[in-house]
């Protein structure tokens, strides 16, 4: 008689690693949801510094650095469910997933550096503010390589689309690898998996990935991602600029 246990682990794997990936995308979109509430929440701040309420200013950065930490805890969520879906494997004793969960996410959380106060975001929050009334000029406490070094700073792996040559920025229907993290062109990375040539792998140079069509999407995070870039694009030529102004009228 054919034993079971094999299709029975396989079966198992697959609800885990489906429940994961369910969990795992819902929590990509309360991070996306966090993103836009503090890119609203430095609008808002950038008009009360217009209108010089420096109180309400000073309550809505707090409140980026508690959305900041809140962001950090989603992350870690993220990649402690991803890691045990990924990971696990069936075995003849019941998997205790709690604890399981548990241990990844402490782990996860201890080998972490992030430090709100030191937060590209809150930077950006921040420099939109100083901007306000000192545009051009530096923020204190900074030099021209801190600027350029955040300003460089973003969660995208690859800048264009390495099969179309477009930036990011400009692509139409961009998509992400959930394993390496690479950003395309929707159309042409999906004709590219399919070619005999490619045998599916990443056209980054150097990445070793196999790319497979149902793990190639748009995550929530994404075009936020892409708009937070365009975004920090346009404030980086508009305070060139205003530095070429000032230099004329030094001049």
């Known amino acids: ?3 079971t246990s094999a299709p029975r682990n396989n079966a198992a794997y ?9 969990l795992n995308s819902e929590n990509q979109t309360l991070i996306s949801e966090i993103r836009k509430a503090m890119n609203m929440m430095r609008e808002f701040a950038v008009d ?16 980026v650095i508690q959305l900041l ?15 045990v879906g990924n990971e696990y494997q069936p075995g003849e004793e019941l998997t205790n997933f709690s604890k399981l ?30 901007n306000v009334h000192h545009a051009g000029q530096l923020m204190p406490g900074e030099e021209q390589e801190d ?11 690859n800048i264009k689309c390495p099969l179309t040559g477009k930036p990011v920025t400009e692509l139409s229907d961009p998509v992400r690898s959930m394993d390496c993290k690479h950003i ?38 994404l075009k936020i991602e892409i708009d937070e870039m365009r975004s920090m694009a346009n404030q980086s030529t508009r305070a060139d600029v205003i530095e070429d102004f000032t230099r004329l009228e030094e001049d």
């Open 69 to 83: 930490k809140a962001s950090d805890e989603c992350t870690h969520l993220s990649n402690a469910i991803q890691s």
């Open 147 to 157: 600027i350029v070094m955040t300003s460089t700073e973003c969660n995208l792996l």
């Open 101 to 130: 969960f548990d241990d990844k996410f402490k782990n996860l959380k201890a080998a972490s550096s992030s430090n709100p106060e030191k937060h590209p975001w809150l930077r950006q929050f921040r420099e939109a503010i100083w």
């Open 14 to 22: 697959g609800r885990i690693s489906s429940a994961a990936s369910t």
């Open 184 to 221: 395309y062109e929707k159309k042409p990375i999906m004709q590219y998996i399919r070619s005999n040539a490619s045998q599916g792998r990443c056209p980054i140079t150097g990445c070793p990935k196999i790319l497979r069509q149902d793990r190639v999407v748009c995550d929530p995070l």
């Open 48 to 63: 009360l510094e217009g209108d010089n309420e420096s109180e309400m200013v000073k309550e809505l950065e707090d409140g």
């Open 1 to 3: 008689m054919a034993s």
